[in-house]
């Protein structure tokens, strides 16, 4: 773990905003992936979002989605899978940005991309996690769709796979300047405060465990044994049986990729 006593940043003048803007779900079939998320979510399919391009796009309240084909990504002979982000910080200004990540230990995979009305680059965490930063000149309003399921079109929270729980929880509380919680970091999920959309968990579970799957990301449904019924019914594909804790319900999915997404209602 890098140790950057780097130059101290107020809240106002960190150049990401402290929530996570998009989660990326990278998919083989883009037509596939996109319907079988509409059909989870009882969304309509977007056709205009289909129009050859390598991603189709979910504008959920707080946190968007974006099914990422990486058709263009494997036309380049330098890009590898390890470079496809999980997460998208937004940047107010991307150069700062860029500059900020680095100066916090980030590893930038390239200089910042620039397409018109936005800019983007991807980084790592000290632990090899790729994400992205981007700026948008002008982001679209969030929409708050309703869709025909008892599986609400609103992301939870993202998962991030951590294997040192304290040094991770320690790099992203500075990175967004939010407050570290040393008695948090002893759990196996650490929660990092989020201004608002979905919360970004530190997930420590999968290396405790040695288990070789991960977990993108949970989906949030007011009535469990509705939300449940309806997947079976629908004859989406479980991974494992329900999950019941004192404090929450869950239970995961394994869409046409195999990535596993979690429905989970608190308690």
Known sequence: MVNHESVSHTAADIPLVNRVASVFVHVTDLRRSAEWY?????LPMMEERLNGGPVYWFDFQGTHMILDSDAVNRQNPDWNEGMMPRIMFEAKNIDDA???????????????????????????????NTHMACWVDQRDADQAFKGQSPIQPRIGGVFVDVKNMREAARWYSDLLGVPYDEAAAEQRIYSVPAASGAALLLDHNRYLNQESFTEVLYFETGDFDAALAFARGQGFQFAGEPCYFPDLSEFALLDPDGNRVVVAKMN
């Open 38 to 42: 509409s059909r989870l979510l009882g």
């Open 98 to 128: 860029f500059r900020y990540v680095r100066e916090k230990g980030g590893k930038p995979i390239c200089e910042p991309e620039r397409h018109g009305s936005m800019a983007f680059f991807n980084f790592r965490d000290p632990e090899g």
